[in-house]
């Protein structure tokens, strides 16, 4: 069905942050997007700095085991509302 095919997708998640102060980390995913963009792959941006994403920051940095560090990279095997799974 729809709804299974739509929780079942798989999605390549980028965590950054549009009001990141380091030069090298805005560096950093400026590259990221623009190797993305290129190679056509499609993804889906989470803003760490959107005071409104900051349950999906947290919940991202707990995966990744990593905080305050700007891009991070995750393949979501499934998605249902806003909790997500590692692959």
Known sequence: SGAEKMRNRRIFLVLLATEVADGD???SQNNALIILDARKIPYEIADGSDPDQLERREELFTISGVRGKYPQFFCIQQR???IFRKL
């Open 25 to 27: 980390q805005r560096t």
């Open 80 to 82: 249902i509302g806003d």
